[in-house]
C-alpha cells in the first residue's frame, strides 16, 4: 500500500523509489504484486510516468484515509510516551540548521544523551501532519489547527553582495542603479521578480542568470561575486566578504517560528527538545 501510494503521488517508479528509500525494482514488484493480489491493473505505465487507472483512482482514496489513520495512531502513541530516550526529527532551512542548530543541539546533548537527532536540512516545508518530522523551524506562522507554533525570534533579510563584486559594478546610491546587477534567483523567480520590483528595484526574469533552491549554495554564489541577493544579517555577520548593496533598501522582515503537532507536544523527549531550541534561539 506504501508502495502503491507513493507512485501514486510521485507520478512514476523512480521518483517513488527515492521517496520510500527503495530501489526502483523493488518498488515495482511491490506494485505489481498488489496489482496481482486485487486482480486489477492500478496504473497504466509510460515511459517515464505511472498513470492511475480508474481502479487505482477508487483506490487511491481508501488507502490515504489508511494512512492518515496510521499517522494519526503514531501520533498519539508518540505523543503520550513517557520515555525521555528516542528519536527525534527537525527539519530546518540550511542556513538556521547550520548557523543556529548546533549551538542547540549540543545543549539538548547535555540535557538528554539518549535522545537520537536526526536534522533534515530543506527550504521547503516538509510536512508535520503526515510526520515528515517531528519538529520543524519555519518562517510563516502555519495556519492548520493540529499544530503548536512558537514565535521563538526574529530576523531580517537585506540585500547583500561581496565587496568585490560591489567594486566591479559601483555601489548603487538608488535602487534604479541596480538595473544593470546581477542577481542570484531562488526557484520562485516570478516571486523574486515581484518582490524586487515592489521595492522600486527594476529586474526581470532574465536578472536571475543563477539560481538554486539550496540557501547554502546560495550564499556561496554570492560570496563568489556572481551576483546579489537576499541574505539574513546574522548569517551575513558572520561572512566579511558580504557588504549591504543598498543600506537605504527596507529590509525583509523574517519571523521564526517553531513548529510541532499538538499530539507530538506532550511526548517528554520532543519537549525537551522543542523547548531547547526555543531558549537557545531566543538567547542568540
Do not use: C
Not at 30 to 41: N, P
Not at 103 to 117: C, D, L, Q
Amino acid at each position: 500500500m506504501r508502495a502503491f501510494l507513493a507512485t501514486a503521488e510521485e507520478g512514476s517508479l523512480s521518483a517513488a523509489a527515492r521517496a520510500l528509500g527503495l530501489t526502483q525494482p523493488t518498488l515495482s514488484r511491490q506494485v505489481s504484486g498488489l496489482e496481482a493480489e486485487l486482480g486489477v491493473t492500478l496504473f497504466e505505465r509510460g515511459r517515464r510516468s505511472m498513470d492511475l487507472t480508474e481502479s487505482g483512482l477508487a483506490l487511491l482514496e481508501h488507502v490515504r484515509a489508511m494512512g492518515d489513520a496510521a499517522t494519526r495512531v503514531s501520533l498519539a502513541a508518540t505523543g503520550r510516551s513517557e520515555l525521555i530516550d528516542g528519536h527525534v526529527s527537525i527539519t530546518a532551512t540550511e542556513q538556521f540548521a547550520i548557523h543556529y542548530l548546533p549551538g542547540a543541539i549540543e545543549r539538548v546533548r547535555e540535557r538528554a544523551p539518549g535522545i537520537e537527532i536526526e536534522i533534515i536540512p530543506a527550504n521547503a516545508s516538509l510536512d508535520i501532519i503526515r510526520r515528515e518530522a517531528d519538529i520543524a523551524v519555519r518562517h510563516a506562522r502555519p495556519e492548520h489547527g493540529d499544530l503548536i507554533a512558537k514565535r521563538i525570534g526574529r530576523t531580517s533579510a537585506h540585500l547583500f553582495g561581496a565587496a568585490h563584486y560591489l567594486d566591479r559594478i559601483g555601489r548603487p546610491s538608488a535602487p534604479a542603479d541596480l538595473a544593470d546587477a546581477d542577481f542570484i534567483g531562488f526557484e520562485n523567480q516570478a516571486r523574486l521578480v515581484e518582490t524586487y520590483n515592489a521595492m522600486g528595484i527594476p529586474v526581470t526574469r532574465g536578472h536571475f542568470r543563477i539560481y538554486s533552491a539550496s540557501g547554502s549554495v546560495i550564499l556561496a554564489l554570492i560570496e563568489r561575486g556572481l551576483g546579489l541577493g537576499f541574505v539574513t544579517r546574522d548569517i551575513a555577520a558572520t561572512r566579511p566578504v558580504l557588504e549591504e548593496a543598498l543600506p537605504s533598501l527596507p529590509p525583509l522582515e523574517v519571523p521564526v517560528w517553531l513548529v510541532t503537532h499538538r499530539e507530538l507536544h506532550t511526548s517528554r523527549r520532543i519537549r525537551v527538545v522543542f523547548d531547547t531550541i526555543a531558549e537557545f534561539v531566543s538567547e542568540n
